[in-house]
């Protein structure tokens, strides 16, 4: 399994920038584009440098129904109709009709956990006030968790990802969390996009965190 993280605040030499958030995960099966940052031109171009082919995404996830998460989708959608898309059930109904009206095939709504497609999960929507979902990867050295922006609060998606077996690392943004406990068995944390206290974490971590940013990858 490959993430590559493909729109973040931060980019390497090569790559643009922007406030928010995607990722591509591929597997031997499946490629899943997990959220799409907001500006969806600036993701086709950093999709280009990376020479990752748009059309070749068979699964749109999105995480949360904020700008910097999904304001690419028309774009993506423009370019590759084709892919199912995952959002949590509690989408604003417009939202979810324009999106359907946009793609070709179904879109599917997000309540509880389930499989996305082989080794490929959801937490399903947590939180209240702003509901958001994480994906989950079961990869050769257990399980990584993917998250957007981590509103629900770090201790019900890991909690909810530990059902699904041991947790080896995460990636995404991390949000405000100072549960700082919570990455003490894990191999890598891999903090982005909003993530507020990375030096704190960096401190307590040295050798596990990392700094993710537009073209960084890692195999899983
Ligand atoms: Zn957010
Ligand atoms: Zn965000």
Redesign the pocket.
């Known amino acids: 399994m490959k993430m590559t993280v493909i729109y973040d605040n931060e980019a390497k030499e090569g790559l643009q920038s922007g406030?928010?958030?995607a990722c591509l995960i591929e597997t031997e099966d499946n490629i899943i584009l997990f959220d799409t940052g907001w500006d969806g031109h600036l993701l086709l171009r950093n999709m280009e440098r990376l020479a990752i082919e748009p059309e070749s995404i068979d699964s749109l996830v999105l995480s949360h129904q904020?700008w910097?998460?999904i304001g690419g989708v028309t774009t993506f959608l423009d370019r590759n109709p084709d892919a199912d898309i995952y959002v949590p059930a509690s989408f604003s109904a417009n939202l979810k009709k324009e999106m359907e009206s946009r793609g070709k095939r179904s879109l599917h709504e997000i309540k509880g956990p389930q499989e996305i497609c082989k080794g490929i999960y959801t937490t399903g929507e947590l939180g209240d006030s702003i509901k958001e979902q994480s994906l989950i990867l079961d990869s050769a050295d257990g399980i990584y968790i993917i998250t957007?922006?981590a509103h629900p609060g770090l201790p019900s998606i890991i909690k909810t990802a530990s059902t699904f077996g041991t947790i080896t690392g995460i990636f995404g943004?991390l949000h405000d969390t100072q549960d700082y406990e919570l990455f003490r068995n894990m191999q890598l944390i891999g903090a982005g996009?909003?993530t507020k206290n990375k030096s704190a974490i960096m401190k307590l971590y040295p050798e596990n965190f990392v700094e993710i940013f537009a073209g960084y990858s890692a195999d899983l």
């Open positions: 406030w928010g958030f904020h910097d998460h957007g922006c943004g996009h909003c």
